[in-house]
């Protein structure tokens, strides 16, 4: 029962295995588009990892205890469906947002990150829900420094997203992630300030809130992997791979295609030159 702190040289190699994932999201963009199947975006994210990044898909064949493997190199979340969702052969149409969840195994060590999507033009009330599931993620992200705790993170998005009248998936939390896909800590996207574990410099985790337009109660469907929201309503989610540095945080899914932070976490971002 111990989070374990990566070495200068562990956080080197997750650096590069998170921009990796962070690129392949980079990559699906331009092909998200009415008419794509997310099967289709599956097997580019695929090529991409093993042929060109040198690396492998952390979701493909991933068996937890009590599931059966997951059957794909990414995770594309649709509409309702709140995470986990299995790629198919069913076209994209606009208006529907989906959640690309990649995370890329690079020389031993996860990246892990998501994003939202918006096929075509969507809604206000779908691009509205994108938007603060986005700042809800960011929310979190700045409360990291050495000596806040987890209950700081959690209540920090909590807040946010429950103000703008959205609710908080309680049943998956964000994680410790390095040479393990899913280590200790959790990281509860709901909670009380103050409370739960110390965070230290050299912990790595991600921080990835689902966020319903509706009620938080959500169901498994019978694939043994999606997850959907039991009143059918729209679901968002967004993620990011996190290091606490001595100062504050550095985020480690980034690359040249990653949407700007919101401007709260401008002038709060420590990263490094
Ligand atoms: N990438 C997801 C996460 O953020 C986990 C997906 S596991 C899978 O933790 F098997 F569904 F792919
Ligand atoms: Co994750
Ligand atoms: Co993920």
New binding site residues.
């Given amino acids: 029962m111990t989070i374990l702190l990566k070495t200068a040289s562990e956080v080197e190699a997750m650096r590069t295995a998170c921009r990796l994932a962070s690129e392949v999201l980079d990559l699906l963009t331009p092909f998200v588009k009415p008419g794509v199947t997310t099967l289709e975006l599956d097997r580019i994210a695929h090529d991409h990892m093993t042929r060109v990044q040198g690396g492998v898909p952390?979701?493909l064949g991933?068996?937890?205890p009590g599931?059966p493997p997951?059957p794909?190199s990414?995770?594309t979340s649709v509409n309702h469906q709140v995470?986990?969702g299995?790629p198919n052969e069913r076209p994209l149409k606009n208006g529907d947002i989906v959640n690309i969840?990649?995370?890329i195994i690079k020389d031993g060590w996860h990246g892990?990150?998501?994003r939202m999507y918006v096929v075509g033009e969507g809604s206000i009330a779908a691009k509205r829900l994108c938007q603060i599931t986005y700042e809800a993620m960011w929310k979190g992200i700045v409360k990291v420094r050495p000596g806040a705790r987890l209950g700081d993170i959690g209540h920090a998005i909590q807040t946010f997203a429950e103000a703008a009248g959205y609710s908080v998936v309680r049943e998956?939390c964000?994680?410790g992630?390095g040479r393990k896909?899913?280590e200790e800590p959790q990281v509860l996207h709901y909670g009380r300030p103050g409370t739960l574990e110390e965070l230290k410099a050299g912990m790595i985790f991600?921080i990835?809130p689902m966020i319903n337009l509706g009620r938080r109660e959500i169901r498994e469907l019978g694939d043994g992997?999606t997850i959907v929201t039991r009143d059918r309503s729209l679901s968002a989610q967004w993620?990011h791979t996190v290091l606490v540095t001595e100062t504050g945080y550095e985020v480690l899914t980034l690359s040249a295609g990653s949407p700007p932070p919101p401007a709260f976490a401008q002038g709060a971002v420590a990263t490094p030159a």
């Fill in positions: 952390a979701t991933y068996q937890p599931y997951f794909a990414i995770c995470c986990h299995i969840d990649v995370t892990d990150n998501s998956f964000g994680h992630v896909f899913h991600t990835e992997w993620e």
